[in-house]
Nanobody, 119 residues
């Protein structure tokens, strides 16, 4: 049974760095069958794919977020983390950690974690 749980601060001030953690159960980060995406949804907007972490540890980012986003992993905890620098109120969104079958589908989603950027 795959289980995905995002966690984070909930409220972040503008210009700060947002840090989120995704704890994964039931599947190893080293499985070559999957990659792990971060996707967000802002109020009134559709889903935005931010970036992905592969089993090799390689990362790839949407041009929209490249340059201020990083994704890392903690193999001992089977966790991945997202860092988004220099946030603005436009970064307020629900952030999802998603298991991804390459070139196929986003097949397992966490429940998402709400982040609000406000002073």
């Amino acid at each position: 049974q795959v289980h995905i749980q995002e966690s984070g601060p909930g409220l972040v001030k503008p210009s700060q760095t947002l840090s989120l953690t995704c704890t994964i159960g039931g599947v190893s980060l080293t499985s070559g069958d999957y990659v792990w995406s971060w996707i967000r949804q802002s109020p009134g907007k559709g889903l935005e794919w931010m970036g992905v972490l592969a089993a090799t540890g390689s990362t790839f980012f949407s041009p929209t977020f490249k340059g201020r986003t990083s994704i890392s992993r903690d193999m001992s905890e089977n966790q991945i983390s997202l860092r988004l620098r220099s946030v603005t109120p436009e970064d307020s969104a629900v952030y999802y950690c998603v298991r991804t079958v390459p070139l196929s589908s986003f097949d397992y989603w966490g429940q998402g974690t709400q982040v609000t950027v406000s002073s």
